[in-house]
């Protein structure tokens, strides 16, 4: 593995803080990246996913697929030469948590039983 093939990626969060930056080699696939966001992902952050499909990385305005590499992803590795290429990361919320908010705003609301004639 060339050096040249390396891309140092920092992964910026929700929030504006970041992960990394880190080096990979074009050949590393996205779900190998999202793991290691998974295992760095810091401890104190009230979002937080619990697996590899809850997070999504976008890079230049394309949403990356986890079954292909960063290579296939036409990440250019000579893009920034020298510099440190930023992914943003999107944490897909609870889906457990929007269904019981949906339930709750369905459910019936004490109403008034007057009648007026």
């Not at 910026?12 to 992960?19: E, M, N, S």
């Not at 697929?65 to 290579?71: A, H, R, Y």
Request: net charge positive; aromatic share 4%.
């Amino acid at each position: 593995m060339a050096t040249d093939e390396l891309l140092e990626l920092k992964f910026r969060l929700y929030d504006g803080t970041d992960i990394g930056p880190n080096k990979y080699d074009s050949a590393t696939a996205v779900s190998t990246l999202k793991e290691s966001i998974l295992a760095q992902w810091p401890k104190d952050k009230e979002i937080s996913p619990k697996t590899i499909n809850d997070v999504k990385l976008i890079n230049a305005g394309k949403v990356l697929e986890n079954n292909k590499t960063l290579g296939e992803s036409r990440i250019s590795i000579g893009e920034l030469p020298g510099g440190v290429m930023t992914m943003h990361v999107v944490v897909r919320p609870p889906v457990t948590d929007k269904t019981n908010e949906k339930q709750a705003s369905l459910s019936p609301k004490k109403r008034c039983n007057c009648t007026i004639l």
